[in-house]
T-cell receptor, first 113, second 111 residues
Framework: IAGITQAPTSQILAAGRRMTLRCTQD?????MYWYRQDLGLGLRLIHY???????GKGEVPDGYSVSRANTDDFPLTLASAVPSQTSVYFC????????????FGQGTRLTVV | GQQLNQSPQSMFIQEGEDVSMNCTSSSIFNTWLWYKQDPGEGPVLLIA?????ELTSNGRLTAQFGITRKDSFLNISASIPSDVGIYFC???????????FGKGNQVVVIP
């Protein structure tokens, strides 16, 4: 079934450790996004990529980095995790022709201790 | 960033009742969307609206793009238990494809 796959589904991480959240889509969508979801704050955009080879900062980019080496993959890296990065992370993608209709992955629940 | 205000934040409704929720902003949007998130899942697109005044239905769901382009509503008719979840509105200002999301409405359907 076509869609977006995120890995891992959940992770407990020690503060200070480096972590990469993986995201792969097989819909050949040009645009991809990373959001974090926190209680009472809704979905906030971390980073985005309009097309392979380009990335941009969203609303809450500090402490995170992304890369877009190809169309399908959009990994999110926490260089040195802190407890405030405990959250549920969602990857999403959208097609150029319907660029606002984002399709979301199942999410990664990350706990930084 | 753009602020989207959803109201009410949570709703408890009896099965079979209709439910309406609203999303407003001080900014003018070119696109409004409504998503639903089931527990433990990612948001799923329900309805997309592209023109001011547009009224669109998807089964028991109806959504409208406000004339002022600063608001949208979603109505669920004859609610059923599987309507439980968090409903998010999202808007796009235009000129880019980055959406702003509201904080969500939690809907609980009482059998």
């Amino acid at each position: 079934i076509a869609g977006i796959t995120q890995a891992p589904t959940s992770q407990i991480l020690a503060a200070g450790r480096r972590m990469t959240l993986r995201c792969t889509q097989d819909m050949r969508h040009n645009a991809m996004y990373w959001y974090r979801q926190d209680l009472g704050l809704g979905l906030r955009l971390i980073h985005y990529s309009n097309t392979a080879g380009t990335t941009g900062k969203g609303e809450v980019p500090d402490g995170y980095s992304v890369s877009r080496a190809n169309t399908d993959d959009f990994p999110l890296t926490l260089a040195s995790a802190v407890p405030s990065q405990t959250s549920v992370y969602f990857c999403a993608s959208s097609d150029t022709n319907r660029d606002t209709e984002a399709f979301f992955g199942q999410g990664t629940r990350l706990t930084v201790v | 960033g753009q602020q989207l205000n959803q109201s009410p934040q949570s709703m408890f409704i009896q099965e079979g009742e209709d439910v309406s929720m609203n999303c407003t902003s001080s900014s003018i949007f070119n696109t409004w969307l409504w998503y639903k998130q089931d527990p433990g899942e990612g948001p799923v697109l329900l309805i997309a609206l592209y023109k001011a005044g547009e009224l669109t239905s998807n089964g028991r769901l109806t959504a409208q793009f406000g004339i002022t382009r600063k608001d949208s509503f979603l109505n669920i008719s004859a609610s059923i238990p599987s309507d439980v979840g968090i409903y998010f509105c999202a808007g796009q200002l235009g000129g880019n494809n980055r959406l702003a999301f509201g904080k969500g409405n939690q809907v609980v359907v009482i059998p």
